[in-house]
């Protein structure tokens, strides 16, 4: 049994240029698309669903692209504390990343979600957000070194990440074979698959149709 996937959801850009769409429009496909998700490994009984929105590396991207987005992260964010479907669904959302970097508005917009999901058991949905894998690893032992440890093992450093648990399978859209530092630490065990189809194009069908590939596998952690 799968127990964690991780997505790159790539290709929005390219799928609102093949489309002729507004950016505006695709990503807020993008994040509905997530929610779709959530349902699909549900049903599959998969327990953590995590979800990379916003990179390190995006800050370089054109300011009014940029803008869309917190802005779709504000509407959206909004929309999630006052759907009921969250809590009836047992689904607790965490917002992963160096988010000191946003607005003070959608700081308290992510503590809120946290706060209000924070009892939920179903599954677990992980957002990254201002998340690089880097920058991950480089806080972590800046963390430890300010601790004054001189030692330790790799279940301890895992303790420090933003992420500790490690995806079964990462997933990436758009055609794109490779990680762009995903979890570095983490995926050294998982699965890859790299779909050809642009993150809002996935449908249920291309969905369990990746899991079922994964499922063939064999996964023998270097035995």
Known sequence: ???????????????????????????????????????????????????????????????????????????KGKEILLDERIDKEGIKIKIIGNTKQFSKKLQKLFRDIEEKTKQNVELNLNILLNYGGRKEIIQAINQILSEGKKKINENRFKKYLWLSDEPDIIIRTSGEQRLSGLLPFQSVYSEL????????????????KMIKTIEKRERRFGK
Not at 193 to 208: A, G, H, M, V, W
């Open 193 to 208: 698959y790299f779909e050809p189809k642009y993150f809002p194009e996935i449908q249920k069908r291309d969905f369990l």
């Open 1 to 75: 049994m799968l127990n964690h996937i991780a997505i790159i959801p790539d290709g929005n850009r390219r799928y609102a240029k093949k489309m002729g769409l507004s950016i505006d429009v695709v990503y807020n496909r993008a994040m509905d698309k997530i929610y779709e998700i959530v349902g699909w490994c549900k049903e599959l009984k998969i327990k953590t669903l995590t979800v990379w929105g916003f990179s390190t590396e995006n800050w370089r991207r054109p300011e009014l692209e940029k803008k869309i987005l917190f802005m779709l992260f504000e509407k």
